[in-house]
């Protein structure tokens, strides 16, 4: 079966770093998505890598090994509001989006 | 520019009643998406739209039905409502294919008693 693994919920402090990761065993793949989704709103783009290696978005960055079957999403200088949960996808040989069930992420001041 | 956006925010039903969730975009995208999201699971794709007039079953589409009739609409029915129903329903789009971003609405909540 297709399967997408994330941490449930993380913790981490206003103004420092957290690194989300996300592993996943689909039949093929075609690309890997990260959304980020405020409680009770609609998840939005974050990124997306196809190929290996790192991809930076100001304080966002997204790496991805394909050989590993890995990836994580890296926030830096965290605000209170980057309280939110985020979603890991990957596109499969099909092209059917496979979705992990998210990460809850919390800030503390 | 409203992007997507979904009709009703919010409904209550009672099992084996109907009802259509309707889904708007302005985007000019060619790909529509109904998704549920359920507490501790992934999104899971109901129906999608490749294009006007086309539909197709994604991973769980028993109990709903869908329909294109317009490019910017898509409508998604329960015939008759179950509490396994009970869920936050999230229509998306895309300008072509799901390699592409998908945007999509603000959910409707369901509460199937």
């Known amino acids: 079966g297709q399967n997408i693994d994330q941490p449930t919920e993380m913790t981490a402090t206003e103004g420092a770093i957290v690194q989300i990761n996300c592993t996943y065993q689909?039949?093929?793949?075609?690309?890997l998505f990260w959304y980020q989704q405020h409680a009770g709103e609609a998840p939005t783009f974050l990124s997306y890598?196809?190929l290996d290696g790192l991809e930076e978005k100001g304080r966002f960055s997204s790496f991805l090994s394909r050989s590993k079957g890995y990836s994580y999403l890296l926030l830096k200088e965290l605000q209170m509001k980057d309280s939110a949960s985020y979603l890991c996808?990957?596109?499969?040989?099909?092209?059917?989006?496979?979705w992990g069930a998210g990460t809850k992420l919390i800030i503390k001041p | 520019n409203a992007g997507v956006t979904q009709t009703p925010k919010f409904r209550v039903l009672k099992t084996g009643q109907s009802m259509t969730l309707l889904c708007a975009q302005d985007?000019?995208?060619?790909?529509m998406y109904w998704y549920r999201q359920d507490p501790g699971m992934g999104l899971r794709l109901i129906h999608y739209?490749?294009?006007?007039?086309?539909?197709a079953k994604g991973e769980v589409p028993d109990g709903y039905n869908v329909s294109r009739l317009k490019k910017q609409n898509f409508l998604l029915g329960l015939e008759s409502a179950a509490p396994s129903q009970t869920s936050v329903y999230f229509c998306?789009?895309?300008?072509?294919?799901?390699?592409?971003?998908?945007?999509f609405g603000p959910g409707t909540r369901l509460l199937v008693l």
């Open positions: 998306a789009s895309s300008r072509q294919g799901p390699e592409e971003t998908q945007y």
């Open positions: 985007m000019n995208h060619e790909y």
């Open positions: 739209s490749v294009g006007e007039g086309t539909t």
């Open positions: 689909t039949s093929g793949f075609n690309g």
């Open positions: 890598n196809v």
């Open positions: 996808a990957v596109l499969d040989s099909n092209y059917q989006l496979i």
